[in-house]
């Protein structure tokens, strides 16, 4: 059974997004779960209603949400969820067609590609929403990350032993300054279609990259409300400064 919490602005709601996160105890470790944390924070204070639902397998699915997120997991946890994945996936395709912003971390990022090839030869069907195909191997990559997006530079935490390929049309989340990336070899990492973005970057990654939040809140907002994005002048210091150390740490000034 799904379960759902709201969260109130100061003031008078603009209105209501919904985000669903999907499989937050079976697909959350590394702190993903502070991503969805993350946005309904900021929806808040843009002066939004967050309406966080927490999808477990096998309860009724919210294809009227405008925003979802999914994190990393063992292969323990993608096992228990790849029933209820194939059930909702033909939605969750149909959705991202028609431009829903949707953020999938390390496990998901790989379960919302092709295909995913174990060490031992099984091979995982995806959802195909991204472009990409994963193989497993005996080499973990591990580290902070930088990378140069289309929204600023993006910091953030790998932990994979997945390494994954763009397919010729696919476009990156961002190139990599620091880090390994999708594969430690062609200098991208995570994907990025439409409004659908996957990535290996752990930290959790929305907390110091708010441009981030504010790209998949932009675009939810407009469909929850059927107006453009109203936001909130907001002042984000902390978040600021952690990803300006983590850039000159990692790539200097350049």
Not at 221 to 250: H, I, N, S
Request: net charge negative.
């Amino acid at each position: 059974m799904s379960t759902t919490e709201r969260y109130e602005p100061a003031g008078t709601s603009k209105g209501t997004i919904t985000l669903v996160h999907l499989y937050p105890r079976e697909m959350s470790i590394y702190g993903d779960r502070g991503n969805t944390h993350a946005l309904a924070g900021r929806i808040r204070r843009h002066g939004y209603t967050a309406e966080v639902v927490l999808h477990d397998p096998g309860s009724d699915f919210r294809r009227d949400a405008h925003l979802f997120t999914g994190g990393g997991g063992q292969d323990s946890g993608q096992a228990r969820v790849e029933a209820d994945l194939a059930a909702i996936g033909p939605t969750l395709k149909s959705l991202a067609a028609d431009g829903v912003p949707m953020l999938m971390i390390c496990g998901m990022y790989q379960l919302f590609g092709n295909s995913f090839h174990t060490v031992g030869g099984q091979v995982l069907p995806g959802l195909g929403i991204l472009d990409v195909t994963t193989r497993g191997n005996d080499k973990r990559m591990i580290g902070p990350v930088c990378l140069e997006t289309e929204l600023g530079r993006v910091v953030g935490y790998e932990n994979h032993s997945g390494s994954t390929v763009l397919g010729s049309g696919q476009e990156p989340f961002g190139r990599v300054l620091a880090g390994h990336g999708n594969n430690g070899e062609d200098g991208t990492e995570g994907a990025r279609r439409l409004n659908v973005i996957g990535s290996y970057l752990h930290g959790p990654l929305l907390p110091a990259n708010p441009m981030v939040s504010d790209a998949l809140i932009a675009v939810a907002a407009e469909r929850a409300t059927g107006r453009p994005f109203e936001p909130a002048e907001l002042d984000d210091p902390l978040a600021t400064q952690a990803r300006e150390r983590q850039v000159r740490r990692l790539v200097g000034t350049r």
